[in-house]
T-cell receptor, first 113, second 113 residues
Framework: AQTVTQSQPEMSVQEAETVTLSCTYDTSENNYYLFWYKQPPSRQMILVIRQEAYKQQNATENRFSVNFQKAAKSFSLKISDSQLGDTAMYFCAFPNTGNQFYFGTGTSLTVIP | KAGVTQTPRYLIKTRGQQVTLSCSPISGHRSVSWYQQTPGQGLQFLFEYFSETQRNKGNFPGRFSGRQFSNSRSEMNVSTLELGDSALYLC????????????FGPGTRLLVL
């Protein structure tokens, strides 16, 4: 069974600084996808970034980038130039072959002005 | 394109009642997944419907059921409500291919008294 682990329940970062959120997962599949979603206080889940496991290149989306280490089954999210609007719960997610998404327990990120 | 919509947004019910939640996916999306989010259990997959057929099912009792209509709109029903069913219920739509991004609705917050 697939598992997703986020070991940092809470993190904080100063505005304009950089922060990295960790995620590890377990799977026996070779081709798969990984996601980061954010859930601000409004509770709306918003896609942050998507990574395809067969691609060597780490995905980037503006200030958001990932460090994908396939052998280590690690998928961390780096947020550069943190903004107050980045304050949210961040979830790492991983769909199985049946397209059922498994979510980590989340990391609550607070950006401090 | 319009996003995923869910109705109602808030609901208060009493134990033993039943409830029906509705989800309208993004136009063109054929897959709708339902998740339950609680502080204790996090995000848990309920089921996925694709082209009016249940394609995946999570580990929830039979009191939780769903269906999908020909226009891809989906409903989720919970019968004989229990206090523990109080949660945020999230619906997500996707095109349906493996690893496709799931786009979430704003959720329905259900409180069972």
């Amino acid at each position: 069974a697939q598992t997703v682990t986020q070991s940092q329940p809470e993190m904080s970062v100063q505005e304009a600084e950089t922060v990295t959120l960790s995620c590890t997962y377990d799977t026996s599949e070779n081709n798969y996808y990984l996601f980061w979603y954010k859930q601000p206080p409004s509770r709306q889940m918003i896609l942050v970034i998507r990574q395809e496991a067969y691609k060597q290149q780490n995905a980037t989306e503006n200030r958001f980038s990932v460090n994908f280490q396939k052998a280590a089954k690690s998928f961390s999210l780096k947020i550069s130039d943190s903004q107050l609007g980045d304050t949210a719960m961040y979830f790492c997610a991983f769909p199985n072959t049946g397209n059922q998404f498994y979510f980590g327990t989340g990391t609550s990120l607070t950006v401090i002005p | 394109k319009a996003g995923v919509t869910q109705t109602p947004r808030y609901l208060i019910k009493t134990r033993g009642q039943q409830v029906t939640l509705s989800c309208s996916p993004i136009s063109g999306h054929r897959s709708v997944s339902w998740y339950q989010q609680t502080p204790g259990q996090g995000l848990q997959f309920l089921f996925e419907y694709f082209s009016e057929t249940q394609r995946n099912k999570g580990n929830f009792p039979g009191r939780f059921s769903g269906r999908q209509f020909s226009n891809s709109r989906s409903e989720m029903n919970v019968s004989t409500l229990e206090l523990g069913d109080s949660a945020l219920y999230l619906c997500a739509s996707s095109a349906g291919q493996l690893g496709g991004t799931q786009y979430f609705g704003p959720g329905t917050r259900l409180l069972v008294l």
